[in-house]
């Protein structure tokens, strides 16, 4: 039985080891060159320096990362005034 480094991981924020559930998350998204699970047929050495990059997060961990990164992009590209007026 081969065994994946997922197997050895857990969700960094919640802790879930569903392996079914898991999933890399990069910290650095500039840095992303691959998705992780799309590097089948990659060395493992090249998947490894991907995964380097990463987190492993549950899938409902990973979806409110997200959820709060793209609300906060939201926010930082709203036109606020925030003067104060006397």
Request: aromatic share 6%; hydrophobic share 30%; glycine share 4%.
């Amino acid at each position: 039985m081969r065994v994946t480094v997922k197997e050895k991981l857990e969700c960094y924020n919640c802790g879930e080891v569903d392996q079914g559930l898991l999933v890399y998350h990069h910290l650095v998204p500039i840095m992303k060159k691959y998705n992780v699970s799309d590097m089948r047929g990659y060395s493992q050495e090249r998947r490894m320096r991907e995964i380097d990059k990463c987190i492993c997060l549950c899938q409902n961990c990973h979806a409110k990362v997200h959820r709060e990164l793209e609300l906060s992009s939201r926010m930082m590209n709203q036109d606020v005034d925030y003067s104060i007026e006397d």
